[in-house]
């Protein structure tokens, strides 16, 4: 007996019987859900794959759903959003079991059955039409929208959109987001690990490749798309090491404001904020605008000592003032940075942020998100801009804030040639695991 007639089997026992009976919509949906849990963890993905579309979609290839009880059933039962909900939710429970096994090829033709539908004969029935518009509808829909946030792939298409580049930033937002069906949620944690780990070792290899005469003619990809220019930022958010590192700050402020009041804390914070940033025109606009939102957030408990709670909620109420303050459009500060041509002082400015405070970083990639969400209907040329905070964002808190320790190392004299022994371009770059 084949694999897909034992998923026929196993389908008719779950749920097809119950076409008989009068059944009500949670009972019908768990029956499905079910059935889909227990046939991806026992039956190759292609077969599943089959069944999902037999189930879904070849219900568009007969002229009455008579023929398929349990999909008339479905569209009986549901209004269309819980239709919606049904079939989202058996999607999320193949990628995360899926995503698991990095079986990516799987994931992106489950999506991809929803864009080619295939077409219907001119005499099918009502209830037939009615469910190739909830199909139709639903490839429409925001939820579909997510869905294919998963379609992911080892290599960035250039022929997509430009914010297909971000993806992992829109998957830690849905990772994050309760009212997401689990699996999703657990399955865009997954794949945003996953793309996140490829990027470390990515820039990692191409930094190390590209510093090697013997490897000129094998060069490994750039995961960033700033060019070879790359080498020579790296190597100018490596350069601040030794006891002024930002790590090293990073410890000494928390030391220093250990048992501070929320006031007195807020005082320090901008100091440390703003110590060794940018030029100094920019730090006194930045500090203006900072202490007035700051010396008015949470007055009322200005007496209290800071502890781990209020420090995460007053780090990520920066991360809003630096990025996304209204949870709809751009702050003033992110917009003056980032479009005046500040992105690394930005950047530096959120890293020193996650450096004292390491459970905000699912916040600020929230924001990365709502950023990305905001400005992706604009064309990438529009975007350059976003695009160049985007990839300044990525490279520096891959050099500080992962488990990849990046150091500069001086070279030798025959090593420099005819270039000068006295710039950043003299040095190179390496990198080994954090103990």
């Given at each position: 007996?084949?694999?897909?007639?034992l998923?026929?089997?196993?389908?008719?026992?779950?749920?097809?019987?119950l076409?008989?009976?009068?059944?009500?919509?949670?009972?019908?949906?768990?029956?499905?859900?079910?059935?889909?849990?227990?046939?991806?963890?026992?039956?190759?993905?292609?077969?599943?794959?089959?069944?999902?579309?037999?189930?879904?979609?070849?219900?568009?290839l007969?002229d009455?759903?008579?023929?398929?009880?349990?999909?008339?059933?479905?569209?009986?039962?549901?209004?269309?959003?819980?239709?919606?909900n049904?079939?989202?939710?058996?999607?999320?429970?193949?990628?995360?079991?899926?995503?698991?096994?990095?079986?990516?090829?799987y994931?992106?033709e489950?999506?991809?059955?929803?864009?080619?539908?295939?077409?219907?004969?001119?005499?099918?029935?009502?209830?037939t039409?009615?469910?190739?518009?909830?199909?139709?509808?639903?490839?429409?829909?925001?939820?579909?929208?997510?869905?294919?946030?998963?379609?992911?792939?080892?290599?960035?298409?250039?022929?997509?959109?430009w914010?297909?580049?971000y993806?992992?930033?829109l998957?830690?937002?849905?990772?994050?987001?309760?009212?997401?069906?689990?699996?999703?949620?657990?399955?865009?944690?997954?794949?945003?690990?996953?793309?996140?780990?490829?990027?470390?070792?990515?820039?990692?290899?191409?930094?190390?490749?590209?510093?090697?005469?013997?490897?000129?003619?094998?060069?490994?990809?750039?995961?960033?798309?700033?060019?070879?220019?790359?080498?020579?930022?790296?190597?100018?958010?490596?350069?601040?090491?030794?006891?002024?590192?930002?790590?090293?700050?990073?410890?000494?402020?928390?030391?220093?404001?250990?048992?501070?009041?929320?006031h007195?804390?807020?005082?320090?914070?901008?100091?440390?904020?703003?110590?060794?940033?940018g030029?100094?025109?920019?730090?006194v606009?930045?500090?203006?605008?900072?202490?007035?939102?700051?010396?008015?957030?949470?007055t009322?408990?200005?007496?209290?000592?800071?502890?781990k709670?209020?420090?995460?909620?007053?780090c990520?109420k920066?991360?809003?003032?630096?990025?996304?303050?209204?949870?709809?459009e751009?702050?003033?500060?992110?917009?003056?940075?980032?479009?005046?041509?500040?992105?690394?002082?930005?950047?530096?400015i959120?890293?020193?942020?996650?450096?004292?405070?390491?459970y905000?970083?699912?916040?600020?990639?929230?924001?990365?998100?709502a950023?990305?969400?905001?400005?992706?209907?604009?064309?990438?040329?529009e975007c350059?801009w976003?695009i160049?905070?985007?990839?300044v964002?990525?490279?520096?808190?891959?050099?500080?804030?992962?488990?990849?320790?990046?150091?500069?190392?001086?070279?030798?004299?025959?090593?420099?040639?005819?270039?000068?022994?006295?710039?950043?371009?003299?040095?190179?770059?390496?990198?080994?695991?954090?103990?």
């Amino acid at each position: 007996m084949t694999a897909n007639t034992l998923l026929s089997n196993l389908l008719d026992q779950k749920i097809i019987r119950l076409s008989s009976q009068e059944v009500n919509l949670p009972i019908l949906q768990e029956r499905i859900y079910s059935f889909f849990m227990e046939a991806v963890n026992l039956y190759p993905p292609e077969n599943v794959l089959h069944e999902f579309k037999r189930l879904f979609v070849g219900c568009l290839l007969v002229d009455n759903l008579n023929h398929i009880p349990i999909i008339k059933k479905l569209l009986l039962l549901t209004d269309e959003q819980e239709f919606h909900n049904t079939i989202k939710r058996c999607c999320y429970i193949l990628i995360n079991n899926w995503a698991t096994k990095r079986k990516y090829q799987y994931i992106r033709e489950l999506i991809d059955l929803f864009s080619q539908l295939p077409e219907s004969s001119d005499n099918i029935s009502k209830n037939t039409l009615l469910y190739r518009q909830r199909l139709n509808n639903f490839v429409e829909s925001q939820d579909y929208q997510e869905l294919k946030i998963f379609n992911y792939k080892n290599e960035y298409n250039p022929q997509g959109h430009w914010s297909d580049r971000y993806a992992a930033y829109l998957l830690v937002a849905q990772s994050l987001d309760t009212s997401k069906p689990k699996e999703q949620q657990e399955a865009a944690i997954k794949i945003y690990r996953q793309m996140k780990d490829k990027y470390k070792f990515d820039l990692a290899m191409y930094i190390a490749r590209s510093q090697s005469e013997a490897s000129t003619n094998t060069r490994y990809n750039n995961p960033s798309i700033l060019g070879d220019n790359v080498l020579h930022l790296i190597k100018k958010i490596v350069a601040k090491r030794g006891k002024f590192s930002h790590d090293n700050l990073a410890n000494i402020f928390l030391k220093q404001t250990d048992n501070q009041t929320l006031h007195n804390f807020k005082v320090s914070l901008q100091k440390y904020l703003f110590l060794s940033v940018g030029s100094q025109e920019l730090v006194v606009v930045l500090r203006k605008s900072l202490r007035e939102k700051l010396d008015v957030w949470k007055t009322e408990i200005d007496t209290e000592r800071i502890n781990k709670n209020l420090l995460l909620r007053i780090c990520n109420k920066l991360i809003d003032y630096l990025t996304i303050e209204n949870r709809h459009e751009p702050s003033e500060l992110f917009n003056l940075l980032v479009s005046q041509g500040h992105p690394l002082t930005l950047v530096i400015i959120l890293l020193k942020i996650i450096l004292i405070s390491p459970y905000s970083r699912s916040h600020l990639e929230t924001r990365i998100a709502a950023l990305i969400n905001y400005y992706q209907h604009q064309s990438e040329e529009e975007c350059k801009w976003i695009i160049y905070f985007i990839e300044v964002f990525n490279i520096t808190f891959a050099i500080y804030a992962e488990n990849v320790d990046y150091n500069l190392l001086k070279m030798t004299a025959d090593e420099l040639g005819n270039k000068g022994s006295n710039n950043i371009d003299s040095y190179r770059v390496f990198s080994q695991i954090k103990q």
